[in-house]
């Protein structure tokens, strides 16, 4: 049974700092390019960073660049997100997704970045 379980969301004052975790189980993990997304309330799904396989290449969104760092540890079927100087507009639903002959998403965690 495949399952992606991310955890490390919740309430953050702008200028913060958050680290997301993804612990997935069910699959070869060491296969798959993981990718962060994000959805604010009323808008779509967005592309927050993602890191092949190998961990050597990592792709950002313009936004996140330079504050959010994206990183996996094969060993513990794990993929993490750093997220530091949150912004109010880094306010969303963070989800995981795990990508190579067929994608598999996590059931998202709530990131609200607020004063």
């Known amino acids: 049974q495949v399952q992606l379980v991310e955890s490390g969301g919740g309430l953050v004052q702008p200028g913060g700092s958050l680290r997301l975790s993804c612990v997935a189980s069910?699959?070869?993990?060491?296969?798959?390019?993981m990718s962060w997304y994000r959805q604010p309330p009323g808008k779509e799904r967005e592309m927050v960073a993602e890191?092949?396989?190998?961990?050597?290449?990592?792709v950002y969104a313009d936004s996140v660049q330079g504050r959010f760092t994206v990183s996996r540890d094969n060993g513990k079927n794990t993929t993490y997100l750093q997220m530091n100087k949150l912004k109010v507009e880094d306010t969303a639903v963070y989800y995981c997704?795990?990508?190579?002959?067929?994608?598999?998403w996590g059931q998202g965690t709530q990131v609200t970045v607020s004063s």
């Open positions: 997704k795990a990508w190579y002959r067929e994608g598999y």
């Open positions: 890191i092949v396989s190998h961990g050597r290449n990592r």
């Open positions: 069910g699959f070869t993990f060491g296969d798959y390019l």
